[in-house]
């Protein structure tokens, strides 16, 4: 066998072992809450907080793409901001449900909250009630 030859079939060797790039294990850790009920326009209403739980493998992983849902009973006015954040950084996420990468790179136990408001002057209104809030976030 040429030296050339018996170089490729190292190579090829190690790479089914997995030494030249072992695959890290994808993941996703979900969160559950309520939204919050929004009784004034003008407040901010956070969100609790939302973070993996203790059976999510945390060291060497970093975020990939985060997705959520939620929901309002009865009517969602058109005035009605949301911002996700975590880590220092917050994205629009005024849409019910949607997703983004925005937090990719982060560690996975970066935690999250989500802030609400009503835009117009502060005053009180008839409540907007909160309903199930789902976090979920890739991981890599």
């Given at each position: 066998?040429?030296a050339?030859?018996?170089?490729?079939a190292?190579?090829l060797?190690?790479?089914?072992v997995?030494?030249f790039s072992?695959?890290?294990?994808?993941?996703?850790?979900?969160?559950q809450?309520d939204?919050?009920?929004?009784?004034?326009?003008?407040?901010r209403?956070?969100s609790?907080?939302?973070?993996?739980?203790?059976?999510t493998?945390?060291?060497?992983?970093?975020?990939?793409r985060?997705?959520?849902?939620y929901?309002?009973?009865?009517?969602?006015?058109?005035?009605?901001?949301?911002?996700?954040?975590?880590?220092?950084?917050?994205?629009d996420?005024?849409?019910?449900?949607?997703?983004?990468?925005?937090?990719?790179?982060?560690?996975?136990?970066?935690?999250f909250?989500?802030?609400?408001?009503?835009?117009?002057?502060?005053?009180?209104?008839?409540?907007?009630?909160g309903?199930?809030?789902?976090?979920?976030?890739?991981?890599?």
């Amino acid at each position: 066998m040429s030296a050339g030859l018996r170089v490729s079939a190292i190579v090829l060797i190690l790479a089914l072992v997995g030494i030249f790039s072992p695959a890290r294990a994808a993941g996703r850790w979900v969160a559950q809450s309520d939204a919050p009920t929004l009784r004034q326009q003008g407040l901010r209403y956070d969100s609790a907080t939302l973070s993996p739980n203790n059976s999510t493998p945390l060291s060497g992983n970093a975020i990939t793409r985060v997705a959520w849902r939620y929901d309002y009973a009865g009517w969602r006015p058109r005035e009605l901001v949301v911002q996700l954040c975590g880590g220092g950084r917050c994205v629009d996420a005024s849409n019910a449900r949607g997703q983004t990468t925005a937090f990719a790179g982060l560690p996975v136990a970066t935690p999250f909250r989500f802030n609400f408001r009503i835009q117009g002057p502060r005053a009180a209104r008839t409540p907007l009630e909160g309903g199930a809030l789902t976090l979920m976030v890739n991981f890599r």
